[in-house]
Nanobody
Framework: QVQVVESGGGLVQAGGSLRLSCVAS????????MGWYRQAPGKQRELVAT???????KYADSVKGRFTISRDNAKNTVYLQMNSLEPEDTAVYYC??????????????WGKGTLVTVSS
């Protein structure tokens, strides 16, 4: 069973930084595509950043230049470094794992989320 667990959320002032972590276990992490998504109150969940199993990254326009996604396959962990945070970044941040192991091709797994609150 694949499990995805986020950590690192909290309250920060505008202009500050936070680093989110996500550990995915139960499958072969190195062949998972990983992503961070967020959902603000009253809004739909949106993509923040993704990193493929090959290391390619993609970012939402709203976070380009401020957020950095990275992965450490030895630790089964993906990170989201968030700098220059703005009140508009306030949301629950979710980690997603897309598994490409032979028995779970294309299956998606979600964590329960971690809350990030940016005060003005």
């Amino acid at each position: 069973q694949v499990q995805v667990v986020e950590s690192g959320g909290g309250l920060v002032q505008a202009g500050g930084s936070l680093r989110l972590s996500c550990v995915a276990s139960g499958s072969i992490f190195s062949i998972m595509d990983m992503g961070w998504y967020r959902q603000a109150p009253g809004k739909q969940r949106e993509l923040v950043a993704t990193v493929t199993r090959g290391g390619s990254t993609k970012y939402a326009d709203s976070v380009k230049g401020r957020f950095t996604i990275s992965r450490d396959n030895a630790k089964n962990t993906v990170y989201l470094q968030m700098n220059s945070l703005e009140p508009e970044d306030t949301a629950v941040y979710y980690c997603n794992a897309e598994d490409w192991s032979p028995t779970r091709v294309g299956m998606n797994y979600w964590g329960k989320g971690t809350l990030v609150t940016v005060s003005s």
